[in-house]
């Protein structure tokens, strides 16, 4: 509640005319005043900040982020490709003693783990090489989206003060995402964890704290390791609007019923499953069902699309 409050009068005194006219030097005095108000020591600030400045690369990609979106199919095919389900083959195989640790541990299918690390940096392969308290500065400053970064900036001076980490070390997207698993700098505050014990988490270079931070954000958040994500369906030409999305939930009989089979045309699983049923792009398009577990990829990146992506390929050519 303390961070929002503070975001919001960040808000008021960083938009617009204040950034513009006054200059990131003035901006960077106000914020300090913030950031120790938030617990940020004056010691971990003036290390972190002194040498900042705003990226003007960075503002540029921000405001030319793409209004129109990949259709639901579209986003699916590219995300679900070849590659990505031969790296996850892959990785299963070759880090399977890891994995099975940490999914023992957390309770979280590997197969799951790996389709995310995946998807996020083509199994850390591009982790992104912006420096992140630089990136997060520059947003803020910037004021399109002050609320949002001023509370990232603020935990990643946290995550600096917390864990030693030097600034130099936190790499990540243009947008503050960081490591192979991509965490926002909150994420990381909530969820990264130090696999071994041994330490601070090391979300960089670090496969078996990369690996149990995917674990312990989806156990944290309700992850269910005896469940998959959903399934394709096929859904009669009939069924009515009113029983569709993820505001609706029925047994998988009750669906059955309603006419529900299997993408093959078979009947629905005998299992004591509540699912929903999703039409990403209405009557005549792709129909699935879908279990608690994809409502805790929707935590991860809420977009219906993105967490069917990550269900397809941690289910392997078996969605085939």
């Not at 947003?139 to 600034?167: C, K, M, N, W």
């Not at 990540?172 to 909530?190: E, I, K, T, V």
């Not at 409502?295 to 050519?317: E, I, K, M, P, Y």
Request: aromatic letters at 10%.
């Amino acid at each position: 509640m303390r961070l929002a409050f503070i975001g919001l009068l960040f808000v008021g005194v960083a938009g617009g005319a204040f950034a513009q006219d006054q200059g990131f030097a003035q901006w960077r005095t106000q914020f300090r005043g913030m950031a120790l108000g938030a617990g940020i020591s004056a010691a971990t600030f003036d290390s972190a900040m002194a040498s900042v400045e705003p990226i003007p690369h960075i503002i540029e990609l921000d405001h030319a982020q793409p209004e129109a979106k990949l259709a639901f199919s579209d986003y699916v095919r590219r995300l679900d490709s070849a590659q990505r389900r031969a790296g996850v083959r892959q990785h299963l195989a070759e880090d399977r003693v890891l994995l099975d640790r940490v999914g023992r541990r957390f309770h979280v299918q590997p197969r799951f783990i790996v389709a995310l690390w995946g998807i996020e940096t083509d199994f850390g392969k591009f982790p992104g090489t912006y420096p992140v308290i630089a990136s997060l500065a520059t947003l803020t400053y910037d004021g399109r989206r002050s609320e949002l970064f001023s509370h990232e900036l603020i935990a990643a001076l946290r995550i600096v003060q917390r864990d030693g980490i030097l600034p130099s070390q936190m790499r990540g997207s243009w947008a503050g995402a960081m490591g192979q698993c991509q965490f926002m700098p909150s994420s990381f505050l909530a969820y990264a964890v130090n696999f071994r014990g041994t330490g601070r988490p090391d979300i960089w270079s670090d496969r078996a704290d990369v690996f149990a931070s995917i674990a312990n954000y989806l156990a944290k958040l309700g992850w269910n390791d005896r469940e998959t994500w959903g399934r394709y369906v096929r859904a009669p030409a009939s069924l009515p609007n009113n029983v569709v999305g993820l505001g609706v939930t029925k047994s998988l009989r009750e669906w059955e019923r309603l006419g529900i089979r299997r993408a093959d045309g078979g009947h629905l699983p005998a299992a004591s499953l509540r699912a929903s049923l999703l039409m990403p792009e209405g009557h005549g398009g792709p129909a699935l069902l879908v279990y608690g577990n994809f409502r805790t990829l929707l935590h991860w990146n809420n977009s219906q699309a993105f967490a069917t992506s990550v269900g397809l390929l941690a289910q392997g050519d078996e969605s085939r």
